[in-house]
């Protein structure tokens, strides 16, 4: 089956960096998205890796090692607006986009 | 620009009920897909459209029909609703391509009682 693995919630502190992993077993792979998603609201692109490496965006970067099935979005320089859900999603060989259930982030002053 | 709105964004339906939900986007994009979200689970996709005449099953379609006369309206509908199928839905588009972002609308809690 296709599965996406990821925290159900991390606190961080504001300024601090966090780290959000993410791992995933699809059939097939056409690319990773990171999404973030605010309380009550709709998720939001953040990034998209579908080569292996680092792709950096401002505060936030994305990594993607496709040989070990994993990516990580980092985000550094916390700020309370970075207080959201963050949703990990593989596009497989149906070109459909699976999704993990989302990390909490809970930043704190 | 508006981008992607959905209607209602709310709704309390009674089980056995038929009801649907309004999706309208104004980007002219191909794709359009419609998700339901809930707590402790990924978004998950319940029917898409990759251009206007067109439209495919997702991984929970059952209970759900989609039609896409035009590029802009997707509507979704539930011919008889069960509790099972009180969720938060997402409507989504995309450009052309299967690797562009998708964005999402406001979305529409539906409760069944």
């Known amino acids: 089956g296709q599965n996406i693995d990821q925290p159900t919630e991390m606190t961080a502190t504001e300024g601090a960096i966090v780290q959000i992993n993410c791992t995933y077993q699809?059939?097939?792979?056409?690319?990773l998205f990171w999404y973030q998603q605010h309380a009550g609201e709709a998720p939001t692109f953040l990034s998209y890796?579908?080569l292996d490496g680092l792709e950096e965006k401002g505060r936030f970067s994305s990594f993607l090692s496709r040989s070990k099935g994993y990516s990580y979005l980092l985000l550094k320089e916390l700020q309370m607006k970075d207080s959201a859900s963050y949703l990990c999603?593989?596009?497989?060989?149906?070109?459909?986009?699976?999704w993990g259930a989302g990390t909490k982030l809970i930043i704190k002053p | 620009t508006a981008g992607i709105t959905q209607a209602p964004t709310s709704q309390i339906l009674a089980a056995g009920r038929s009801m649907t939900l309004r999706c309208t986007q104004d980007?002219?994009?191909?794709?359009m897909y419609w998700y339901r979200q809930d707590l402790g689970l990924g978004l998950r996709l319940i029917h898409y459209?990759?251009?206007?005449?067109?439209?495919g099953k997702g991984e929970v379609p059952d209970g759900y029909s989609v039609s896409r006369a035009n590029t802009d309206d997707f509507p979704l509908t539930l011919a008889s609703a069960v509790p099972s199928q009180t969720s938060v839905y997402f409507c989504?588009?995309?450009?052309?391509?299967?690797?562009?972002?998708?964005?999402f609308g406001p979305g529409t809690r539906l409760t069944v009682l």
């Open positions: 989504a588009s995309s450009d052309s391509g299967a690797l562009a972002e998708q964005f």
């Open positions: 980007m002219r994009h191909n794709a």
């Open positions: 459209s990759n251009t206007a005449g067109t439209t």
């Open positions: 699809t059939s097939g792979f056409n690319g």
């Open positions: 890796n579908v």
């Open positions: 999603a593989v596009m497989d060989s149906n070109y459909q986009l699976i």
